[in-house]
């Protein structure tokens, strides 16, 4: 444990790795297609060989063996969220970020603690269950303790029907004793970027700021999960540099954190750049990623990683989150605004971290994913009863906690539908919430029948 802070990207090794796994026969592919199938991940040099795939029949075969462990392992839920912007205020200089320090084309602000209430109430209203906190990498007079209090503040709001049961965080990089302080917060997970883990790229990209410590952002995970925070999400902005590049530095990232905390992380989130106000490299990517390579990322982590939750924002469009529903993405943010006060009236386009691909409301988002089999799941127990890091592992990957997560997702879709939902997703959500059932083995059904009818009983935040 006393060396995790002397990690770091072996550079070489992922280009040697990825020219040697450049050519691959048909034959070698398909054994690693298959080997993905015990649901175990699969090795570096096999996620590198799947990187190289271009033939539309291996592809199809590639993508095919994601949806088998997708659908094997999470089934069809998919966990919604709302990000919630509390300031941009910002002391770094990225290149493709909005919030950007030098970035005079957007208007500053940082919520107060009676507005950060107002946005969780709206947030509430539309049916959340749970939030992303986000901030800019700098803070109002009271620093940290900003973001503390805005934690305390989302918690403490309960309004008609509902509350936020979870905060998650995306805020910037903490030492020890303050990642101790977001623990004691309860938060759920916290989620950090490298945005790109190519060192000189990192270096071009973010030219001043705290941000622009390589190395003070990538060990930042260790010092959380050292802290006590053992649900920690990363990801990576793709479109910075190579994607091949990135997925094996992941990787790296990824067995580092599971040989030094037993436990890799929980969640890992697949932005693509989009345009950003005042951002030139946003507007003309450097390393553009496809959408067909889009669609190998997901599918490649998904077999890679296939017990880590994968999550899609609205940055991408509605066309293209929902082919990845199926390829691997287990999380997505919905009916979301990127700027701080944005759910609220007479709010200026000006102040967003980055434009949307997706601008429906969650109503809207919540019809068309059950109508395409999924159940929509605002479940928040597994971080309120413990299983978290290891312990939820531990019941992932011998499959038992579907006979937890399956029937709260059937139990907090239904709350959604109660009290939140339109004359349109009631319809189609309550015929798939009995198919989503139908299909559950006899003690997760049994579970879910019993829970869905306290739901509909006038019973809330039911959980198992």
Same mark, same amino acid.
């Given at each position: ?23 691959? +026969?048909? =034959?070698? %592919? &398909?054994?690693?297609?298959? $080997?993905?199938?015990? @649901? *175990? ?118 309004? +008609?029907? =509902?509350? %936020? &049961?979870?905060?998650?965080? $995306?805020?910037?990089? @903490? *030492? ?289």
């Amino acid at each position: 444990m006393s060396t995790h802070n002397t990690f770091n990207i072996d550079e070489p090794s992922i280009w040697e790795t990825l020219k040697a796994k450049s050519d691959q +026969d048909a =034959g070698h %592919i &398909r054994a690693i297609l298959a $080997n993905a199938r015990e @649901l *175990k991940g699969i090795d570096v040099d096999e996620i590198a060989a799947l990187t190289h795939v271009s033939d539309p029949e291996l592809l199809s075969e590639l993508f095919e063996t994601a949806r088998y462990v997708k659908d094997t392992i999470y089934g069809k839920r998919l966990v919604i969220f709302a990000p919630l912007y509390i300031s941009n205020l910002c002391a770094n200089e990225c290149t493709y970020c909005a919030f950007r320090a030098r970035n005079k084309e957007v208007q500053r602000r940082a919520l107060s603690q009676e507005e950060i209430a107002q946005e969780t109430r709206i947030i509430i209203d539309q049916g959340h269950k749970r939030v992303l906190l986000v901030a800019g990498e700098s803070y109002p007079k009271r620093g940290f303790e900003y973001v503390l209090d805005a934690i305390d503040t989302v918690y403490s709001v309960k309004h +008609d029907h =509902g509350e %936020i &049961r979870r905060v998650n965080v $995306n805020i910037a990089p @903490l *030492k020890v004793e303050e990642f101790k302080l977001l623990h004691e917060a309860k938060i759920g997970t916290y989620q950090l970027f490298q945005e790109t883990y190519h060192r000189e790229t990192y270096g071009q990209v973010h030219l001043s700021g705290k941000k622009a410590d390589y190395d003070w952002r990538l060990h930042a995970i260790d010092r959380a999960m050292a802290a006590g925070i053992d649900d920690c999400g990363v990801g990576i902005l793709f479109g910075l540099f190579d994607w091949r590049f990135e997925m094996l530095a992941l990787m790296q990232h990824i067995r580092h954190l599971e040989s030094a905390f037993g436990v890799g992380p929980h969640t890992i989130s697949v932005p693509r750049l989009e345009p950003a106000t005042g951002s030139k490299i946003a507007e003309q990517p450097p390393h553009a990623v496809s959408d067909i390579d889009f669609r190998k990322i997901v599918a490649i982590l998904r077999i890679a990683v296939p017990y880590t939750g994968i999550i899609m924002s609205t940055r991408e469009t509605p066309n293209l989150r929902r082919e990845t529903f199926a390829l691997g993405v287990s999380q997505i943010s919905a009916g979301s605004r990127t700027n701080p006060g944005g759910y609220g009236d007479n709010i200026k386009e000006d102040m967003s971290q980055f434009s949307l691909g997706d601008h429906r409301s969650l109503d809207e988002v919540i019809c068309d994913v059950a109508s395409l089999g999924y159940v929509p799941s605002f479940c928040t127990g597994c971080y309120r009863l413990g299983r978290t890091g290891g312990d939820f592992m531990d019941l992932a990957k011998p499959g038992e906690i579907k006979h937890h997560c399956d029937p709260n997702a059937a139990s907090t879709f239904q709350e959604y539908l109660e009290d939140y939902g339109t004359e349109a997703s009631r319809a189609i959500g309550e015929k798939t919430i009995q198919e989503f059932i139908v299909n559950m083995d006899e003690l997760a059904g049994k579970r879910s029948r019993v829970m869905v009818d306290k739901v509909k009983k006038g019973k809330r935040d039911v959980y198992c």
